[in-house]
């Protein structure tokens, strides 16, 4: 009899242990894809996985498969990864994830969501916006309770603006009306803008909570060069959103809704460019931050020579890939004409001090350990650079790396010492 138990254990231990493949129809010959792990036949938890603009990733899969494992020790839970792209034809990637109507959105959750059962909905990245255009298709025609969402490093921008150009937000964020867990990878420059965002998503009745996870970037759960800290973190990214989920469950019993938004959503993907361009933002910007031996430094004690204003930090890659070529671009002008200032944001001027020492630069370097120059100068990516005239005013700029030796940056200098 003890054998036979020990069978039964096994066997259903290994039916518990495998991924299925299933689809769920979205109308008009459409199916998306469901790669489904689930611990009993009659579910109470339902765990709903959106893919990003990354795909389905292993890596989800294995966190995945550590949340029904934790919480199966206790309720009946099923978890669903969601993956639209098949559907599509498209393979992974932002504007791909873009062109899902969010009626399919809708429609899965409504199939795989019922006030019988408690239901989470996850969602990375641009993911998060395919949610909320969801819950919407929803909740303007019926109220939701039992319902939470999690998102990890959610970007609810419509696009990345063009350097100095506020950031717009998805409409939906400040009429979403439903408990949201955000975790927020540290490194990254979208930590400094979660206040503003948890503001807007409470606009419409949403419950917001906010865990910010230092010392790793945005996805380093599946990140190829992932640190070490980053992979520490990652196996216990499961216990995270768990903690998560406790604290939404009493927020989860109110029944909501929402009115729809009639505006249609335009999401056009910003163009990207590896050069300067000609600035169209604010101009007269303050810059108040502290060089390495700590005194202040602002920009007006620049007044009189051109300025290649760069925003950095040491973990962003491509910023340090581009800093041997910003140094060459310096070497090849006066000091007295022009200026490399190079503002590290985030971190401290011991690690900033390390950095350059290391790195042998020998251009302008200053730290802005508290972030303040993010929203003043519209900082969306790292690196972001502008080029400033020897009156103060903007004439060019870049979201991202370059390099900084091509003959154009050379060029433009020029046209302004002259």
Request: charged share 20%.
């Amino acid at each position: 009899m003890r054998g036979l138990v020990l069978c039964l254990a096994f066997f259903s231990q290994a039916l518990f242990a495998q991924w299925q493949t299933n689809t769920l129809p979205l109308g008009d010959d459409a199916e998306a894809v469901l790669h489904q792990w689930q611990s009993a036949e009659s579910v109470q938890i339902e765990l709903i996985w959106f893919a990003s603009e990354y795909g389905v990733l292993p890596q989800q899969k294995q966190i995945a498969q550590q949340l029904v494992e934790r919480l199966s020790k206790q309720y009946a839970v099923r978890v669903s990864l969601v993956d639209f792209y098949e559907a599509l034809f498209r393979s992974p990637s932002a504007s791909a994830l873009d062109q899902v109507p969010p009626a399919w959105t809708g429609q899965v959750i409504s199939q795989l969501h019922s006030e019988q059962k408690l239901t989470w909905l996850i969602a990375g990245n641009r993911a998060a916006q395919t949610v909320l255009l969801g819950l919407e298709q929803i909740q303007s025609k019926q109220a939701l309770s039992q319902l939470g969402v999690l998102m990890l490093n959610p970007n609810l921008y419509l696009q990345t603006p063009e350097v100095g150009q506020a950031a717009q937000y998805l409409p939906q964020v400040a009429h979403s009306n439903v408990p949201i867990a955000i975790l927020q990878a540290e490194l990254s420059p979208w930590r400094w803008r979660l206040s503003e965002l948890s503001e807007r998503l409470a606009q419409g009745g949403s419950d917001v909570f906010v865990q910010q996870l230092a010392e790793v970037r945005d996805r380093f759960y599946f990140r190829p060069d992932a640190m070490e800290r980053e992979q520490a973190l990652t196996q216990r990214l499961a216990d995270d959103l768990l903690r998560l989920m406790r604290l939404q469950l009493s927020y989860l019993f109110k029944h909501r809704q929402v009115e729809l938004i009639q505006v249609p959503v335009e999401r056009a993907q910003a163009s990207k460019t590896l050069s300067l361009q000609p600035y169209k933002g604010v101009q007269g910007l303050s810059l108040e931050v502290v060089d390495l031996q700590g005194k202040s430094v602002s920009l007006r004690d620049y007044q009189g020579k051109v300025v290649l204003l760069n925003f950095w930090a040491s973990w962003c890659p491509p910023c340090v890939h581009e800093m041997p070529s910003m140094q060459a671009l310096q070497d090849k002008f006066s000091p007295d004409e022009f200026v490399v200032l190079a503002v590290n944001l985030g971190e401290s001027i011991e690690q900033v001090r390390a950095f350059v020492a290391q790195h042998q630069l020998v251009f302008s370097v200053a730290v802005d350990a508290s972030g303040q120059a993010v929203k003043a100068w519209q900082v969306f990516a790292y690196p972001s650079s502008y080029l400033i005239d020897s009156d103060g005013v903007i004439r060019q700029a870049l979201f991202g790396a370059t390099d900084w030796r091509n003959p154009e940056y050379e060029e433009s200098i020029n046209n302004l010492l002259h």
